[in-house]
Each structure stands twice: as structure tokens, then as C-alpha cells.
């Protein structure tokens, strides 16, 4: 029983962690171009310009 | 998105810039390519400070201060091959996936933890360790079950109120029942609790109802970013000679406005100066431009084709006879509305059949003489494992599937329910004009033939330096031969007269024949006979193979044009296909009307504003990518290529995708005849629960991807 105390408190605590950053990408707008963010790994990157 | 806005630029920038956020559709953007052109194109403007694409939707976000203006942006993306175009509002679409994410989330979340606490009671837990996995089940279940089970129980509160049934009220009595009687079975110590399979349910049906949005957000994308296109305004000429553009709404009658050739009238009118033709295929059907001179009378839609003229608006906004189209429109949709989906179809006959089963089970055991308590658990658990889980895939994947398949070959769908009333249809009425022609210029191949080598070289090099529709139209297709242009000097453009320059020693132009007929346009070279270039509509690409594959399929075509009877006649010769022609807009609607009042289910193919009410009333409409706003608006598909083997390429895919789903309800009711007499016997534990519940939805899953293959062509061969 000892270890189930510490177990199932950790197994909650990650899957909470887990949808916590799920909520949290999907605030940031991760989810709102799916397309081109498969598309975006293909852009070459020509200029490596440094934005100031 | 607000967190997504660019952050100010620190200090350095210039004192008092302000940050401006500008967003254009590209509708032009397909790859990673694109992308990072336009990305590049628009970061190199000095002013702009950041470039974000947004492949999704076809739009790209652009941070800049006042050193960049919006033309300015729209004139770079030009010079990098994309027309763009400010989107007026800054609003984003609603999305009809992101309220559903959330939900999601938390099913899958919750669905995750108790089943890991489930599977140790399946396991052999029992005591005391048993109660406190149930209570811990209860404590992420009953808010997870609240909160992912809204959307649900939203959508069946609706329905009852009106006095109907979908497919979430069994859902949610079924959720609801079964997360009552596991907080009871948790609170007395009792041996199951269903909390895994409540969530279970609800993250497979979740899942379906995201993949139904996803289809949905696509496509309504893809048909956005073609609609926000269309030039809505003109060109006003004001007191003195001065020029100001000015939006369409803004236009009063009494205004004069410039139409360049090339460009589409805004508003009704009356011509003050210059004599030109009109081409108003999109607004009547009519094939043949239309010459007018002072004093005629212009429609807005009309497409001026070959001097620039000075109308005076007569009629704007609501009062065109555009308006008087779209209100034809608005009572056309009748049929559609009508239309109830396939899984609420089923869900009318699967509700009360299930809920019957239960009633009986209920009563069965309690005259077999089990307790009150015994009984309701059996009742139950028959509701659980009845609960439509394959149902509620059954039809959102296969369709999200073959949406996804037809995408890639260039057919938009605009949603699930243009699949199910594309895949009954029995009739199909094709207009002419655009449908099954190009609904353009498109030169005379006997004509460019005879042009030889060294004409072809100067008629492309003259045609190219010229925006006339016909020059354009002759330009592509010499271009498209392969033929090199010659070099010219001298190029001089006179309005209504054509292009002059000299090539080499020789003087040659390009300009209107003399008393020639219909459309065509004459070179000319210094020492040579004066050559002749016929332009015609030309049918589409295929067209005939289209038709024939369609006849194949079971439906009867036919012309429904608002064309002149001879241009009609020619095209119904050509394809064999009974033709009307003359038929105004409320004369197309009143055709299809007729055909569905005889049973027919009916087709309608059209481009046109004309095409519009006939599009909305039909029981299922394409439209092609070339068409009207109106019309792409009004039609449940969309196609972008040229070739009209879009057509039976959209009918099978829609035919198939109806075989699938039929397919998955029967694999879904199959497993319940094996699940039901279990439950009813009360031999149904939650572990049979969620293993009989993901074996059927990932069967389900699995026949609906091999639509992905749907929309390939019946033989290899098929245009390319």
C-alpha cells in the first residue's frame, strides 16, 4: 500500500502535467495551423538572418 | 489569438512608429514553398517586422509600422507570383474545432488515469484497496464526465426541447445513468464501476465530433480564401477628371465610374462614354459579349472586354440585379434544409430501441425475481454497452476520410451532409457557360496552327504586353505550345485599336479585324497577308469522358443554360445531351423543382450568378473553382482544376464513402446482437465492456481509411 500512496500521486501529477501543457498550447495558438506547421520542417533555411 | 500578436518592437525602432497588424489571404499558397517565398518576399519590405503564414487558412499575419502600406505589401506579393488581398476583418473565423479540444483533452486525460486504475480492480484489487481506486475513479471521472459530456448534453437538451431526437440523448442518458449508478456502487463498497467506459464513450465520440469539425473548418477555409478574392468596387471619377477608388457598398447612383477592359462592373448603369463589349455569361448564361455604346445599359457582374469605359451608376448595392438573384436564393434552400443526416436517421430508430431493451431487462429480472438493485445494475450495463460508440465513428471518419481524399485531387467538400445527398443523386443538370465550357476566351487551335513558326513568336510577343482578355487568353495559350516570344521594340497599346510595334525592320500589330464577326483578333506583319485568330468558348478538359463516366453511374444529364438556342444547340450536339435553353434563374429553379416533385434527386452543376437559386434549391450542387462568389457559395462542392472529371470523381467518392459508413453501422449493430443477450444476462462486466467498446470503434476506423484510395481514377489513365 506504501508504494501506491506514492504511485498513484505521481501518475496523477504527470498526467495532469501532460494536460496542463495541452491547455496551454492550445491557448498559445499551437493548434491553429496544423497544415503549415507539417510544412514549415520543409523550408530551407536560405539567410540565416539574425532578426535585431 | 491575441498571444499570438507580435510583441512591439524594443527601443531601437523609430520613436512613434506604431505597430500595425495587417492580415492578407494568398489563396495561392500550397506547400512549404510558398510559404517561405511569401514569408521572404515580405520580410525583405523595410517597415515590416514580422511575416506569418497561416497555411490553414491561407492568410499571412504581417507586423509592420507605417513605412510599409497595405498596397505596397499586395504589389510585393504580386511581383512574387501571389495575388493577395487585405481581409477586412480582423476576426478570425470561428473554428468549429477549438470548442471541441478542450473536452477532448480532458476525456482522453481522465480516460487514461482511471482505466489505469481499472485495470488493477480487473487485476484482482479488492478490499480496501478496491473502494479507494473506485473513489479515486470517482473523483477524476464525475468532473471529467461533466465536463467532456457538455457538448453532448447540450446537443440533446436542444433536440428535446424541439420535440426531436438525435443520437446524444441515448448518449446522455446512457453517460448520465451510468455515472449515477458507479457513484452508488462506489459509495456501498459494491464490486464495478463503469467510470472507464463512461469515459470511454465520450473520448471515441469526442473524437468523431472533432474529425466532423475538422472536414467542416477545411474546407470552409479553402472556399474563404476563393471568395475574399473578388474585386468589390470601382473606379469613381470625380469632379475635374480626378480618379478614387471606392468600394462597392459606397457606390451611390449618379456616380460615374471608370471600367478598365479586363474588369467587372460593380453597379448597374448606363454608359456616358466609350463603346465597348460586355461579356455577361456569369450573370445571364448568354455566350455572345454584348456590343454597347453611349446611352446602353450595363448590369453589374458583367465583364467589360474591350475599351475602357465611363458609366453612370443607375442602381448599387441592393438594388442590382444581382441582389434581386440572391434574394431568389434565399427562399431556394428548402430541399436541403430538409435533409436529415444519416446518423440521426439512425439515431431515431436506435434511441428507442435500445431504450426498450433496457425497460425489458429491468422487467425481466425483476419478475425473475432479482432485487430492485440487482435489476437496475443489468439494465444498465445494457445501456453502456448499446451506447452508440462505433455509431457515433461510424459516419464522421468515413466522411472526414474521403473529404481528406477528394482535397487532394481538388474537390472540396463543404460538409459531411453534401456526401450523403451527393451520393442519392439520380439527375444532373449541367449549365453551359463555365460548367462545361471554360466560361472563356480560349483561341481557335486551326487559328494558331496556321500562325506558323515566326507568327506565333510575334503574336506571343505582342499579346503578352497587353492586359486585354484576349491578349491574355492568346498569350497563355501560345506560352502553353512551347512557343519562344520574338524580340520587339516600339510596343505601343491603343485602347480599342491594339498593339503596334516593330520587330526587327518590320512594323506588326496586333489588333481588331475589320468587319470581322464574334471574337477575334487579327496580326498583322508588313509583307505579309493579314492573319485571323478565332476565339470560342472551348469545352473543358474531358469533358466527354466526364459525362459517359456519369451516364455509367446511373445519372442522366442535361443542359440547363440561360444561353442564346444556338450556342445551346452546338454544345448539346457535341455531347449528346438533351438541352434548355433561355432559362432565366427562376426558370433553372423552377426545373429542378419539377424534377424532385416527380421523385428525381437532383444534381445541379453551375457557375453563375444566374446558377444561383438552382444551385441552393437542387438536392446536392458543384460548383467550379472559376465560378461566381454566388455560386461557389451557394454549391456544396467545389472543384479547382479545369477537368470536369471532378464530377464523377466526386459522385463515386460520395457513392463509396455511403457503402463505408452503411458498412461500419452494420459492423456497430453486429457487435451489439453478440453484446446485447450478454448484458441482458447480466453477463457483462466493465472489462467486456471496454474491450467489446475500442474492438468495434478501431474496426470501425480501420474500414473508413480505405477511403483514402477513393478518389483515385477507376482506371490509371485518368487526366493528370
Redesign the interface.
Request: no cysteine.
Given at each position: 500500500?506504501t508504494s501506491?500512496a506514492l504511485l498513484?500521486p505521481i501518475?496523477?501529477a504527470m498526467?495532469?502535467i501532460?494536460?496542463g501543457a495541452?491547455?496551454w498550447a492550445?491557448?498559445?495558438?499551437q493548434?491553429?495551423?496544423?497544415?503549415?506547421a507539417a510544412?514549415?520542417?520543409?523550408?530551407?533555411d536560405?539567410?540565416d538572418?539574425v532578426l535585431? | 489569438m491575441t498571444s499570438a500578436a507580435p510583441v512591439t518592437a524594443p527601443g531601437g525602432a523609430a520613436a512613434g512608429a506604431q505597430e500595425l497588424r495587417t492580415v492578407l489571404t494568398v489563396p495561392g499558397m500550397h506547400c512549404a514553398g510558398c510559404m517561405a517565398k511569401v514569408e521572404r518576399t515580405l520580410a525583405a519590405i523595410s517597415g515590416v517586422s514580422a511575416a506569418r503564414v497561416n497555411l490553414t487558412a491561407r492568410t499571412v499575419a504581417v507586423a509592420h509600422d507605417q513605412r510599409a502600406t497595405v498596397p505596397g505589401l499586395v504589389a510585393a506579393l504580386a511581383g512574387a507570383g501571389f495575388a493577395a488581398q487585405p481581409r477586412l476583418d480582423l476576426v478570425e473565423p470561428a473554428s468549429a474545432v477549438r470548442p471541441l479540444l478542450a473536452p477532448l483533452a480532458v476525456a482522453a486525460f481522465a480516460c487514461m488515469n482511471v482505466m489505469l486504475l481499472s485495470v488493477s480492480v480487473w487485476a484482482g484489487a479488492d478490499g480496501s484497496t478496491r473502494v479507494l481506486f473506485h473513489w479515486l475513479s470517482a473523483a477524476i471521472g464525475v468532473p471529467a464526465i461533466a465536463y467532456a459530456g457538455l457538448p453532448f448534453f447540450a446537443s440533446a437538451a436542444r433536440a428535446l426541447r424541439r420535440g426531436t431526437t438525435n443520437m446524444d440523448v441515448p448518449i446522455s442518458i446512457g453517460v448520465v445513468l451510468a455515472t449515477g449508478l458507479s457513484l452508488h456502487e462506489t459509495v456501498i463498497g459494491g464490486a464495478e464501476a463503469w467510470f472507464d467506459g463512461t469515459l470511454m464513450l465520450l473520448l471515441f465520440l469526442l473524437a468523431g465530433r472533432v474529425l466532423d469539425a475538422m472536414m467542416r473548418d477545411r474546407a470552409r477555409a479553402g472556399v474563404d480564401a476563393l471568395l475574399r478574392q473578388a474585386p468589390d468596387g470601382a473606379m469613381v471619377v470625380g469632379e475635374g477628371g480626378s480618379l478614387a477608388w471606392c468600394t462597392a457598398a459606397d457606390l451611390q447612383p449618379g456616380m460615374v465610374i471608370r471600367v478598365g477592359a479586363g474588369e467587372r462592373l460593380a453597379a448597374d448603369g448606363t454608359i456616358l462614354t466609350g463603346t465597348s463589349r460586355f461579356d455577361q455569361s456569369l450573370l445571364t448564361g448568354e455566350s455572345v459579349a454584348i456590343a454597347t455604346g453611349p446611352g446602353g445599359k450595363v448590369l453589374a457582374g458583367t465583364l467589360n472586354l474591350e475599351n475602357p469605359v465611363d458609366v453612370r451608376v443607375i442602381a448599387a448595392g441592393a438594388d442590382t440585379s444581382l441582389a434581386d438573384i440572391a434574394r431568389l436564393m434565399e427562399a431556394a434552400g428548402q430541399v436541403r434544409s430538409r435533409h436529415v443526416r444519416i446518423a440521426d436517421r439512425a439515431a431515431r430508430l436506435y434511441a428507442p430501441a435500445v431504450h426498450t431493451l433496457a425497460a425489458i431487462s429491468f422487467v425481466g429480472w425483476m419478475i425473475a425475481g432479482a432485487g430492485v438493485h440487482h435489476a437496475l445494475v443489468i439494465a444498465i450495463s445494457v445501456l453502456i454497452i448499446t451506447c452508440p460508440c462505433a455509431l457515433g465513428l461510424a459516419v464522421p471518419v468515413a466522411q472526414v476520410v474521403a473529404a481528406g481524399a477528394l482535397m487532394r485531387r481538388g474537390v472540396l467538400v463543404k460538409d459531411g451532409s453534401a456526401l450523403e445527398r451527393l451520393a442519392t443523386v439520380d439527375r444532373a443538370l449541367l449549365d453551359k457557360t463555365g460548367t462545361l465550357t471554360m466560361g472563356r476566351p480560349v483561341p481557335d487551335a486551326a487559328c494558331l496552327d496556321a500562325l506558323g513558326g515566326e507568327g506565333a513568336a510575334v503574336a506571343l510577343a505582342l499579346a503578352s504586353h497587353s492586359r486585354h482578355p484576349l491578349s491574355q487568353a492568346l498569350a497563355q495559350a501560345l506560352a502553353a505550345r512551347g512557343v519562344q516570344a520574338a524580340t520587339i521594340d516600339a510596343v505601343v497599346e491603343t485602347p480599342g485599336q491594339g498593339l503596334r510595334a516593330q520587330w526587327g525592320t518590320r512594323a506588326v500589330a496586333l489588333g481588331r479585324p475589320a468587319g470581322a464577326e464574334g471574337l477575334a483578333t487579327a496580326l498583322t506583319i508588313t509583307g505579309e497577308p493579314v492573319r485571323i485568330i478565332r476565339f470560342a468558348d472551348a469545352p473543358r478538359p474531358d469533358c466527354a469522358v466526364a459525362l459517359a463516366r456519369l451516364a455509367g453511374m446511373g445519372i442522366d444529364c442535361a443542359i440547363l443554360s440561360g444561353d442564346n438556342p444556338a450556342a445551346v444547340a452546338q454544345m448539346a450536339a457535341l455531347t449528346g445531351l438533351p438541352a434548355q435553353a433561355l432559362a432565366s434563374p427562376a426558370a433553372k429553379q423552377a426545373a429542378i423543382t419539377a424534377l424532385q416533385a416527380a421523385g428525381a434527386r437532383v444534381l445541379m452543376v453551375g457557375d453563375g450568378l444566374n446558377d444561383g437559386p438552382a444551385l441552393a434549391a437542387a438536392n446536392a450542387s458543384i460548383a467550379p473553382g472559376s465560378a461566381s462568389d454566388v455560386g461557389r457559395q451557394a454549391a456544396d462542392l467545389v472543384f479547382t482544376g479545369d477537368s470536369l472529371l471532378a464530377l464523377p470523381r466526386a459522385v463515386g467518392v460520395a457513392r463509396a464513402t455511403m457503402r463505408v459508413v452503411k458498412q461500419n453501422f452494420a459492423m456497430a449493430i453486429g457487435y451489439n446482437v453478440l453484446a446485447v443477450p450478454l448484458a441482458m444476462a447480466g453477463l457483462v462486466t466493465p472489462l467486456v465492456a471496454a474491450v467489446a467498446m475500442s474492438t468495434s470503434s478501431l474496426l470501425v476506423i480501420a474500414n473508413s481509411l480505405r477511403l483514402a484510395r477513393a478518389a483515385r481514377d477507376p482506371s490509371r489513365r485518368g487526366a493528370a
Open positions: 500500500m501506491l498513484i501518475a496523477l498526467g495532469l501532460g494536460l495541452f491547455f492550445l491557448r498559445r495558438g493548434f491553429a495551423d496544423l497544415d503549415g510544412a514549415r520542417i520543409l523550408i530551407d536560405e539567410d538572418r535585431p | -
